[in-house]
């Protein structure tokens, strides 16, 4: 009989937390279990991951998410304590989510708690849900999270017994995921809007934001010439998008796509034929600790499309140039980014190593099959 797994994830299963989609994938691919999704209700979410062999389960009206939060975690959390009769193994994801964990473990279900953030209880931005993770040193529940950094924080924070083991948030190297209909690629839009091939393509994806710098990439983008293209998609602020539109208006080289529709695979595929990726983030010492151990999927999103990457300083984002696929700015100044752009624009042949990198680190290492396979072999045990 096959195991009955069910993975709760409150916050949603979009672009900033794809994972419980292919984790449960996964767990249906290899043929000893039969997984759940459990989170809010999202149509457009179980559109575009239809035919991946799990169901997704809606605890909570998308209405009541949007009204009030508050009320919705609670809603969310007293629906699934039923379901949790049902399951052989839970996963939870969230500190919210992680009380539906306790009971499950109180119930004598396999439990693992997959922090996907690094949330630590007395901690500025933690939230009042972080401390039921200091009930983790007495109960037998295994602990997974984003990044070897994040696992000795959280090991450290919460006092416990192991270190939390670490998965990347890689994508998957291969998805039953498919294509939505009529998708272009960045660079295909791109050339269509300039009407002309770009010398060197610049993605920015997601996190369109001052936090992750994107004051930063409109600055960078009015003093460099109009080939060197900065095409960027996802959410952004009415604010954010009138100065983008400014300073595109003024140098010809700033496009905003706006959000991309579809599963993650869609998004990958989207981002493939941009020359670069930017994954940037502000850095302070007052900062939460989720963003000081920034651990983006948007870096192995990039990395899945064969994009090469310019990073900011963090620990986390190391891995980029110590495995030949990207650039660590010296410092997070327009000055830095500029002399970076310009001189890639001005090397094809490196240019061309650093995306041979990206898609070999990614075929090799960096794929969600690998970075999760302990996690799914304990679930499936």
Known sequence: MKKRIGIFCEAGCRYKYPHPLDLAE??????????????PEDEKVVQWNSGRGFAYKALVSAELVKKNPSLSNIVFTTKAIPELFKLDAVVVTTTVTLLIGLISRVLGKQTVYYAFELMVPGRPGSGRYSVFQLLLRYMNISVYTTGRPRSRMLKKALALKRTPK???CSALLETASSPTPGNVTLREWAESHIGARPRLLVAL??????????????E?????????VFA???????????????????SGNCLYYGEVEGSRMDLINFLRGADIGLVLQKSRRADILNDRLYTPNKLFDFI??????????????????ENGFGIVLKALTTE???????????????LSTLMHNASNAFESRY??????AELLGEMLS
């Open 26 to 39: 996964l767990a249906a691919r290899s043929g000893a279990g039969q997984a759940f999704v459990f989170g």
């Open 232 to 250: 960027m998609n996802g959410p952004i602020s009415r604010i954010w998008l009138d100065r983008l539109n400014v300073v595109g208006a003024r």
């Open 367 to 372: 794929h969600y099959e690998v970075s999760s």
């Open 304 to 321: 899945a499309a064969g994009v090469p990457v310019i990073c900011s300083r963090q620990i986390n984002l190391r891995l980029a140039r």
């Open 166 to 168: 670490a998965v990347d």
């Open 220 to 228: 960078t983008a009015a003093q460099l010439p109009k080939d060197i």
């Open 205 to 218: 994806n997601a996190g369109l934001t001052e936090s992750r710098c994107l004051d930063l990439v409109l």
């Open 336 to 350: 830095c980014l500029r002399l970076e752009l310009e001189a890639l624009a001005s090397d094809a042949q490196f």
